[in-house]
């Protein structure tokens, strides 16, 4: 009888296609009917998903995972701009807070009470109370404190100069108290009340005291720097 003829112990698979590796550059991999999203258009999805977190759970519940995983993003494409949460955390502050109009009450007292009311309501609110979380994890890192819109330098400077400015021009305050040190004295004190006193909110007879007691007596008296 003839042999039946044998076969291979193991039969020869086809080889799989290899898949391709996902980028890790500042794209994202877009998903069936998705746009990639690449650019300002992924840091805006980010920065939007970092606003939402930091505005239900604050700074403490702030994490680039939530963010990450809200934006539908990584965290690499977080930390390549932004390398840690407060530097996050500091972006979202800013996209959320909003410039005050300009006070013209036509006096100076009036044009400072009006500013400090302003300031005094914003650090009050749930976003003052952001924006003194931030303060608190920012202390002693002078970078990211000038990147906070409320503390010193030339863009919270500036409302105060141009009161001051008009002031000047009225003759009610002395020309040599134009210099942003000297303007922002009154807001840098009430700053103080929520930093340091740890107090929710100033009562209006703190900010008649800081207006009467310092600021127009410094601004009126001020004289020339001695050479």
């Known amino acids: 009888m003839a042999d039946e003829p044998t076969e291979s112990k193991k039969a020869t698979e086809p080889r799989k296609p290899t898949e391709p590796r996902k980028a890790t550059g500042s794209t994202e991999p877009a998903g069936a009917g998705q746009t990639r999203r690449r650019g300002a258009a992924l840091e805006d999805a980010i920065l939007r998903a970092a606003v939402d ?3 239900e759970s604050g700074y403490a519940g702030l994490t680039m995972d939530k963010v990450a995983a809200r934006a539908g993003t990584n965290k690499n494409a977080l930390y ?3 390398p840690h949460r407060l530097a996050l955390g500091i972006a979202a502050y800013r996209r959320l807070a909003t410039t005050a109009p300009l006070p013209d009450t036509g006096t100076l ?15 009050s609110s749930p976003l003052g109370a952001i924006l003194r ?6 202390r002693g890192a ?3 404190l000038a990147q906070l819109q409320d ?4 863009a919270a400077a500036a409302p105060w100069l141009t009161v001051l400015g008009r002031a000047v021009a009225r003759g009610e305050a002395a020309p040599e108290a134009l210099h942003p040190r000297v303007a922002t004295v009154a807001v840098v004190l009430l700053r103080n009340e929520f930093v ?8 209006d007879d703190v900010l008649v005291e800081i207006t009467d007691e310092v600021y127009l007596p410094l601004v009126r008296r001020r004289g020339p720097v001695p050479g």
């Open 142 to 144: 002078s970078d990211f």
């Open 133 to 138: 979380e931030l303060l608190s994890a920012a």
């Open 80 to 82: 390549r701009r932004w």
């Open 109 to 123: 007292r009036g044009d400072v009470l009006a500013l400090l009311r302003g300031a005094n309501r914003h650090w």
């Open 151 to 154: 503390q010193s330098g030339e």
């Open 196 to 203: 340091v006193r740890g107090v929710p909110t100033a009562p």
């Open 53 to 55: 977190e930091l505005t």
